[in-house]
């Protein structure tokens, strides 16, 4: 299949084709889900978060409005932080709401184990902390997940008021081919 784009103005474009996915090795999509662990540590001597800007007035804000955090957490297989690691949540999340507890995140789970082994899964969007079930985009990913699409669903399991500390249990159910 030799087929030009043809942009909007009628003229034939050379710098983009069509392709057939088979050839890309693109097989049947599956529908998965997973389910992981996201253990969020911002306090002691080893964070896996940690807040790298802020605005000046986000110390006066009600709900730290401005702050961005990075993040490099593990991901397990079980509740506890001792349980099987099966990949890392990398990225950033962010205060973005000025007058509720809303962040930001981008970030990718970067997978460890068995046949996903170095595959990623993106999610950005908009998380509503205190909300018992939040619902996020899947926007892409890699390896075994390229083409990706579904979204996640994130639900706070721990969360240590003195340290800041949180164990969120995410649902993923994600496209892929």
Partial sequence: MNSAIVAVDGKSQTVGKVLNPTKLGLKKEKLSHFRVYWHDIVGGRHPT???VAKAASTDKSATGFGAVSMIDDPLTEGLELSSKLVGRAQG???SAGINELVALINMNFAFVVGKYNGSTISVMGRDKVLSEVREMPIVGGSGLFRF????????TKKLDSKTGD????YNIYVFHY
């Avoid at 990706?148 to 639900?155: D, I, S």
């Avoid at 949180?166 to 249990?169: D, K, L, Y």
């Fill in 49 to 51: 978060s940690i807040q």
């Fill in 92 to 94: 950033f999340y962010a």
């Fill in 148 to 155: 990706a699409r579904g979204y996640v669903e994130a639900r």
């Fill in 166 to 169: 949180s164990t969120v249990e």
